[in-house]
Nanobody
């Protein structure tokens, strides 16, 4: 599975951005896509994840109510709609995928075998 992330950029606080993660290869089975982010000098942290079969989602507390993860199975693409952006959302955002995910591990970095390149999101105050 290969992942291509896009959609990052510079946005003002309060604005919105939508990230995309296009997958190629086998996406059948218990396939899930997630978004993680890494700010300068910080650990990579979980943001949101979605199972492609059934569409169940998991969010980090920091994303709840502001970010929405979705997927288009036909396009093999997952999205992260980010609203009400804050300067603390500034980070490189990475999409990741697994075709053997279980619900309890959807927020765990080590559960994902496939990673895309990052896309930089910068939120100005």
């Amino acid at each position: 599975v290969q992942l291509q992330a896009s959609g990052g950029g510079l946005e003002q606080a309060g604005g919105s951005l939508r990230l995309s993660c296009a997958a190629s290869g086998r996406t059948a089975g218990s396939f899930a896509t997630s978004w993680f982010r890494q700010a300068p000098g910080k650990e990579r942290e979980f943001v949101a994840a979605i199972k492609w079969s059934g569409g169940s989602t998991v969010y980090a507390d920091s994303a709840k109510g502001r970010f929405t993860i979705s997927r288009d199975n036909a396009k093999k693409t997952a999205y992260l709609q980010m609203n009400s952006l804050k300067p603390e959302d500034t980070a490189v955002y990475y999409c990741a995928a697994s075709n053997t995910i279980i619900t309890s591990t959807m927020g765990t970095k080590s559960a994902y075998a496939y990673w895309g390149q990052g896309t930089l999101v910068t939120v100005s105050s």
